[in-house]
């Protein structure tokens, strides 16, 4: 090989190589009928979160769009932001009412994610939309935070809704509780979307205040920030290879 031939060759693979220290992110949002039961089609709390999202993804970072129903379903992997705004918009428009007041199969969902953000590129992260009310999963919750820590995946959290109060129970089983477990020992945040007045929540600007932490420091050395930095990935581990939620 001429020294021509394996200059171009080095730089075809400089530029087309990922950046390591770029965000790769999965984005899931729960559109459970327990979360919000208004139409998709009309209402655009999750549309503004996905802006949220879009907003603050910079060159080089990539994501995907999970939306869960009764089942997860995930667009590509590692699309740039306009791709990216792109598919959620569209899948945003696909659940049926039928779909949506089914079971909940968060923990199915949240493992396949992390077997998915695995193969991706960059710092992985996932921030889900959620009350954590799952239902009807194969998986276990217990399963998750291995998972992820194995991949050296965060898991962030914004926490829709109130205590679940089951009959009979004292005091009422609130989902936050494990919600914020699972964010606390994967590197991420976990931020409550609970206000008094519902006319004051505000997803997206969870989600927003989350990108933004994410994002700290981008431009001046270290893109991410400190605290919220994943634990490394275990030497000889990998993450869950499970796709049981297509």
């Known amino acids: 090989m001429t020294r021509l031939a394996a200059c171009v060759l080095a730089c075809v693979v400089v530029t087309t190589t990922p950046e390591v220290d770029s965000l790769a992110l ?4 729960d559109v459970s009928a327990s979360v919000n039961h208004s139409r998709l089609s009309t209402d655009y ?6 802006d949220a999202v879009t907003s603050r993804l910079l060159p080089g970072d990539t994501a995907g769009f999970v939306i869960m129903t009764n089942r997860a379903h995930f667009s ?3 699309l740039a932001a306009p791709m990216f705004k792109t598919a959620a918009y569209g899948m945003l428009q696909a659940p049926t009412d039928r779909e949506r007041f089914g079971p909940s199969p968060l923990w199915d969902t949240l493992l396949d994610a992390v077997g998915r953000v695995a193969t991706m590129t960059g710092r992985r992260a996932i921030i889900a939309v959620t009350d954590g009310k799952s239902t009807g ?5 217990g399963e998750i935070i291995p ?3 194995a991949a050296g995946v965060a898991i962030h959290m914004v926490i829709q809704n109130n205590q679940l109060a089951l009959i009979g ?3 009422p089983l609130d989902p936050a509780n494990l919600l914020q477990t699972i964010a606390r020992e994967t590197g991420g945040l976990a931020l409550p979307d609970r206000p008094r007045l519902p006319r004051d929540k505000s997803e997206a600007t969870r989600v927003a205040t989350i990108m933004e932490a994410l994002q700290a420091g981008a431009k001046g050395g270290s893109r991410t920030h400190k605290a919220l930095r994943p634990p490394a990935p275990k030497a000889g581990a990998s993450a869950s290879s499970a796709t049981f939620a297509r």
């Open 76 to 78: 590509d992997l590692n």
């Open 26 to 29: 999965l984005l899931v949002v």
């Open 45 to 50: 709390t999750f549309r503004d979160v996905v």
């Open 169 to 171: 129970q004292t005091p």
């Open 147 to 149: 998972a992820a820590k």
């Open 137 to 141: 999963n194969v998986h276990a919750s």
